[in-house]
């Protein structure tokens, strides 16, 4: 079994930056994507970026195209989101999940396999 941890969020005024943290361990060998997905106050959940475990291939949601950025440390078995330029839109509980069956589309990460972290709040004030 693979075990997330996710840190970074906060509290960010409209504009600024945060940058969010996965860490994977256990069975990352299994893992082919990971993904960031968000649900905000009375929103349905929404896939945000995702990246293929070589770091290789990377997917935005239009939503956040040109202002989010997701990397990885191979090393670390970390993945990151950088968000800049931060709008109250933006507020939601973020999560990391993997996928052992491909990267850009969010079915990936909720079938059999599929691992999710413990979410983390991000809140932009406006």
């Known amino acids: 079994q693979v075990q997330l941890v996710e840190s970074g969020g906060g509290l960010v005024q409209a504009g600024g930056s945060l940058r969010l943290s996965c860490a994977a361990s256990?069975?990352?060998?299994?893992?082919?994507?990971m993904g960031w997905f968000r649900q905000g106050p009375d929103k349905e959940r929404e896939f945000v970026a995702a990246?293929?475990?070589?770091?290789?291939?990377?997917w935005y949601a239009d939503s956040v195209k040109g202002r989010f950025t997701i990397s990885r440390d191979n090393a670390k078995n970390t993945v990151f989101l950088q968000m800049t330029s931060l709008k109250f839109e933006d507020t939601a509980v973020y999560y990391c999940?993997?996928?052992?069956?491909?990267?850009?589309?969010?079915?990936?990460?909720?079938?059999?396999?599929?691992?999710w972290g413990q979410g983390t709040q991000v809140t932009v004030s406006s």
């Open positions: 999940a993997t996928s052992n069956l491909g990267y850009s589309q969010s079915y990936y990460y909720t079938g059999p396999g599929g691992v």
């Open positions: 256990g069975r990352t060998w299994n893992i082919y994507g």
């Open positions: 990246i293929t475990w070589s770091g290789s291939n990377t």
